[in-house]
């Protein structure tokens, strides 16, 4: 493997002064701060503060009482904001790449796709919000003498609970058709991730979200989740399916609704008649992309025997000529994992496999002399379901080869898992390939692609099945979901019940004869 050239230099755009304003509008009276590294070096960035649980009431007061005013804007007066946002995020795509990669250690080529996410999404909702908000009119139960109105009002205050592998992507778009909706958000990002999500707040409100609706609140997850959660009215989150348990349970306990997108262990089946130059280029970046840190990248790839060795040596191949290292510019091809203890859990599934008869094919180690979370691309053969990244997401760039005889015993293989996030089948027959996607049981599943032809996919919702979450975020449920529906019926005249005088018997064969007459005809 090559390794890029060391070029550790802070950009210019992140100063001391510039991440002080940002982590500025963090509310904190007395809950300490956390010290936010450079994942790079090591150093440390800025002091976090952290939120205290009054903190944080009092932050969704604010964003209460701001939404109350937000809420009362027409929908096109909200829209305008994002229409100005999504050119203020384009022109400043480098800057937040700046911050993503400081924060988090991702190479740059992934930073900047990220920073395209929030566009994206508010471009697909400022079409389509107009249409999902209006007001409908339906038909009440007695033809021209009752209406109904399904009209859309916001829930109130979205709180939100983003991970550290996309910070901008999940700590922003996910707030946006929330926002759109008319509701306020209370944004928990991770301590080590924060700096992205607060710039891209920052930027809302330079094009004209009002100061206020969308509050942040920092702090470890045990300590901030459970009055978040108390205080809002809807929550979003996006992590390990461990936690969306405890997430889900106290909404339950709350009777407030929750989206949870949690873990995956992805698998790939690729096809005998597989174009196999671009099967490994997909896979490599399936595997490795974001330094294998993406709830739907690959950990298990299923292959015909008829083509296993092939695969293997042009996968080995691609995966150890990737270019690893810390730099600013778009020269490395993978990046950093987020921490030094995030790269021990890698390690340890690792070494937990080899101890169990796992062989290593390529990578399995460490990279100290890159930076201090540093891991090497790796490939295992031999992975069994007793192992620790046979059945548990490793999250890192480790993947698993296996072999198959049949395509029944691969989709048998792929679906043997509690998780159902994402899949990849990749075919040169893309009907045949297509009808194999169809039986693995994944919200996403994507055909001679890994993951981002579902994911950005804006108008199809996305989301996880089994043990890898409820709702979805994304199409037309991504936005209702953030509202309540009230119905609103109206009576024009008083012809429910019997007529006074009227027998009783004579009203119900009229009833029942106005039925049938209503199905004959199709009014009702």
């Not at 796709?113 to 249409?131: I, N």
């Not at 974001?290 to 292959?303: A, K, P, S």
Request: overall charge neutral; some cysteine.
């Amino acid at each position: 493997m090559t390794l890029a050239p060391q070029r550790i230099a802070r950009p210019s755009s992140v100063t001391d002064a510039f991440l002080r304003r940002l982590v500025a509008r963090v509310p904190s009276t007395g809950g300490g701060t956390w010290k936010l590294t450079e994942v790079y070096t090591g150093e440390v960035l800025v002091e976090l503060p952290q939120s205290t649980p009054a903190d944080i009431e009092h932050a969704f007061a604010v964003a209460r009482n701001a939404q109350r005013e937000w809420a009362s804007w027409p929908l096109a007066k909200r829209l305008k904001v994002f229409k100005r946002a999504h050119s203020l995020f384009i022109d400043n795509a480098q800057t937040t790449a700046d911050l993503i990669q400081v924060e988090s250690g991702k190479n740059r080529r992934m930073a900047i796709e990220e920073t395209c996410d929030p566009p994206m999404v508010m471009s697909h909702y400022l079409k389509r919000a107009p249409k999902l908000l209006a007001p409908v009119k339906r038909g009440g139960p007695v033809p021209f003498l009752t209406t109904s109105t399904e009209i859309r009002q916001a829930k109130g205050v979205v709180g939100i609970i983003a991970p550290w592998n996309f910070p901008f992507a999940t700590g922003i778009s996910d707030a946006i058709s929330a926002l759109m909706a008319g509701n306020a958000i209370v944004l928990k990002p991770d301590n080590k991730t924060a700096l992205s999500p607060l710039y891209g707040i920052s930027m809302l409100e330079e094009a004209g979200l009002p100061k206020g609706l969308f509050q942040v609140v920092c702090g470890e997850g045990p300590d901030v989740g459970p009055t978040l959660i108390d205080n809002a009215n809807y929550v979003m989150f996006t992590g390990s399916t461990a936690t969306g348990r405890v997430i889900g349970e106290r909404a339950g306990r709350n009777l407030i609704g929750c989206c949870l997108e949690l873990g995956g262990k992805n698998p790939m089946i690729v096809l005998e008649d597989a174009d196999l130059e671009e099967t490994v280029q997909g896979a490599v970046f399936g595997v490795f992309g974001n330094t294998g840190q993406i709830c739907m990248h690959i950990e298990r790839i299923y292959l015909p025997e008829s083509r296993y060795d092939e695969f293997k040596t042009r996968f080995v191949a691609a995966a150890e000529s990737l270019r690893v290292g810390a730099s600013y510019d778009f020269g490395p091809e993978m990046g950093s994992l987020v921490s030094p203890d995030h790269k021990d859990r890698v390690q340890a599934h690792v070494d937990d496999a080899v101890a169990k008869g796992a062989t290593v094919v390529t990578g399995g180690k460490a990279r100290p002399d890159l930076g201090p979370a540093f891991f090497e691309p790796t490939i295992l053969e031999g992975v069994t379901k007793d192992m620790l990244c046979g059945v548990t997401e490793t999250f890192g760039p480790v993947v698993a080869l296996h072999r198959y005889r049949t395509v029944d015993e691969a989709v048998a293989l792929a679906n043997d898992t509690d998780y159902g996030l994402n899949a990849s089948v990749w075919g040169g027959d893309v009907e045949a390939a297509s009808a194999v996607a169809r039986r693995i049981e994944s919200g996403n599943v994507n055909v001679n692609d890994i993951l981002a032809t579902a994911f950005a996919s804006k108008g199809t919702p996305s989301g996880g099945v089994k043990q890898s979450g409820v709702g979805a975020r994304h199409g037309d449920y991504g936005l209702l979901k953030y509202t309540d529906v009230q119905n609103l019926a109206v009576l024009k005249k008083q012809v429910m019940g019997a007529r006074p005088g009227q027998d009783y018997d004579a009203y119900v064969k009229s009833m029942l004869s106005g039925l049938k007459l209503m199905r004959k005809t199709g009014v009702r």
